[in-house]
């Protein structure tokens, strides 16, 4: 079936520093590969979105790269802030489709 | 995000006991879903629902049911709760876009 697996599970980086998270998908009709940010205790919320038509997309410190060959997205976070400190996923789904299938998720710590 | 609200936001229960989780929403979204957290294994799909008549099952239905009452409304049962179900339930809404709002979230405990 379909899967995204995500990388790292856990991230620890100095304020300051950028940050990498790396999706893989599986499903190659898939066209549409959101980010997610959690803050401890609170719900999921979209922080910025990509569609296959596009291979990177920017806004403010983060961005999100896409390579539809190898079916794999990645989330940039630049000059990372303590407030960056979440769970982030990643999903990829078909626009208009049944489902989103989401990464297992990347816990971000950054140290002040 | 209030447009999208869960009841009850935390829930302690016993083994064999029916549990209903409900969400409403007021974004008009015709889609609605269920989804299961557990630490390490992000969000699992449990039921979702693209209008009042239309259910599907996800990837981990095993255990619970679902009620679409209106497009709006949109439940989660238990029939026979058991201790591995204690998870955090999200409910989420979306558009066509496939964007997904979420709910605040059920702590669910199972004793």
């Known amino acids: 079936g379909e899967n995204v697996e995500q990388h790292p599970s856990t991230l620890s980086v100095q304020e300051g520093d950028s940050a990498v998270i790396k999706c893989t998908y599986s499903?190659?009709?898939?066209?549409?590969f959101p980010w997610y940010k959690q803050e401890l205790g609170k719900r999921p919320q979209l922080i910025i979105d990509i569609r296959s038509n596009v291979g990177e997309k920017k806004d403010q410190r983060i961005a999100v790269t896409l390579n539809k060959t190898a079916k794999h997205f990645s989330l940039h976070i630049t000059e990372t802030q303590p407030e960056d400190s979440a769970v982030y996923f990643c999903?990829?789904?078909?626009?208009?489709?049944?489902?989103?299938?989401f990464g297992a998720g990347t816990r971000l710590f950054v140290k002040a | 995000d209030a447009d999208v609200t869960q009841t009850p936001r935390n829930r302690i229960t016993k083994t064999g006991k029916r549990i209903m989780l409900e969400c409403s929403q007021t974004k008009g979204h015709d889609r609605m879903y269920w989804y299961r957290q557990d630490p390490g294994l992000g969000l699992r799909l449990i039921y979702y629902s693209f209008d009042v008549k239309d259910i599907n099952k996800g990837e981990i239905s095993d255990g619970y049911s679902v009620s679409r009452q209106a497009q709006a409304k949109f439940s989660l049962s238990l029939e026979s709760a058991i201790p591995n179900q204690t998870a955090l339930y999200f409910c989420?809404?979306?558009?066509?876009?496939?964007?997904?709002?979420f709910g605040p979230g059920t702590r669910l405990t199972v004793l």
């Open positions: 499903d190659s009709a898939s066209n549409y």
């Open positions: 989420a809404t979306s558009p066509r876009t496939d964007t997904q709002y």
């Open positions: 999903a990829a789904s078909i626009i208009g489709g049944f489902k989103t299938i």
